[in-house]
């Protein structure tokens, strides 16, 4: 582990960064090289996911870096067409494969499918593969408390980690609360809005950047930060991604907190209205 970031320890023992490399978009030989750079840059956790089309780039990044690959942690994700328990176990399996890597660090469902109602299964394929070895932590994704009780409850086992929708505009309070009462680590996803709403222009988080003399997407990160939030943001550019890792030497005082908690707007606040009782995607 780099020491130079800090760590939370989940649920299972395990330490894991504060802040990971999202990896949406990122791909191919230019995307080896941009998470060759995230980690030169100190970055020692990655995540990916069967869906964003990039496992065998991470994989090829992790072989050609000089960080030993047991100083990084490698997070993917189970898609929603293999929520079967067979079909689970053999896509962890052939992730690995893909990745050219024999154990996960961190994996997770992608998305529950309530409508498929399969994720049961899925985290019991999950649980299993911890217990072969496959993976280190297990956890989920876009999971809403009545999901998350219902996989405790038929399984005995709760996920380390919960990734969910989470930014100044959706800040997801509900699932939030529940993750923390049950001692599951909050992951926030898309913490910036991508690229397809304003956050980043935002005037109010803008004039708290002004003050503490930083970015509005340092500002962000260190809300999730003080909230013992792990965000993944992505960053391609060595600009970005240095940014994005210095959000240690200030404070947002408790004011500051809860003015960027009153951005929230709902369920209108969705960067593209996945909402995780309807959504599904297969892939
Ligand atoms: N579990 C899920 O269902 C789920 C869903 C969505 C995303 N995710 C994960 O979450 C990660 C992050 O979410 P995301 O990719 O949707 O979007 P995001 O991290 O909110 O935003 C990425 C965008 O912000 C830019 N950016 C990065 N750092 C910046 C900075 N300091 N200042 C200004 N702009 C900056 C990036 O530009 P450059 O690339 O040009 O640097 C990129 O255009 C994903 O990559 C993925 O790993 C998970």
């Known amino acids: 582990m780099n020491k130079s970031i800090p760590t939370y320890t989940l649920n299972d023992g395990q330490e894991v960064p504060v802040i990971g490399l999202g990896t949406v978009g990122i791909k191919g030989a230019k995307g080896v090289n941009e998470v060759l750079d995230a980690l030169d840059n ?14 065998g780039m991470v994989g090829e990044a992790i072989r050609r870096s000089s960080v030993p690959r047991d100083q990084i942690l490698v997070s993917s994700k189970l898609p929603g067409a293999k929520h079967k328990y067979e079909d689970a176990i053999q896509m962890i399996q052939e ?3 893909r990745i050219g890597i024999d154990y996960f660090d961190k994996y997770l469902i992608h998305w529950p499918l309530p409508k498929q109602d399969q994720y049961v299964e899925a985290w019991q394929a999950l649980v ?55 001692g599951i ?10 690229e397809i709403n304003d956050l980043l222009e935002n005037e109010m988080i803008a004039s ?20 013992q939030i792990l965000t993944i943001p992505k ?18 005082s408790d004011e500051e907190m809860k003015m960027i908690d009153s951005l929230d707007k709902g369920l209108d606040g969705l960067v593209e209205g996945q909402h995780p009782n309807e959504y599904e995607e297969f892939d």
């Open 128 to 182: 299993d593969a911890q217990k072969f070895g496959l993976i280190r932590s297990i956890g989920v994704s876009n999971f809403l408390p009545e999901h998350l009780d219902r996989i405790i409850e038929e399984t005995g086992v709760t996920p380390a980690t919960n990734q969910i929708e989470r930014h100044p505009y959706f800040t997801n309070k509900r699932v939030i609360e529940y993750n923390k009462e049950h």
């Open 208 to 227: 708290l950047a002004e003050k503490h003399k930083k970015s509005v997407g340092q500002i962000i990160l260190r809300w999730n930060y003080q909230e």
């Open 42 to 55: 100190g970055y020692r956790l990655i995540d990916t996911s069967t869906n964003y089309n990039n496992e």
């Open 185 to 194: 680590l909050t992951e926030a996803w898309s913490p910036f809005g991508r």
């Open 235 to 252: 960053a391609s550019s060595n600009k970005h991604q240095r940014e994005n890792m210095d959000i240690f030497d200030f404070t947002l």
């Open 95 to 97: 992730s690995l494969y």
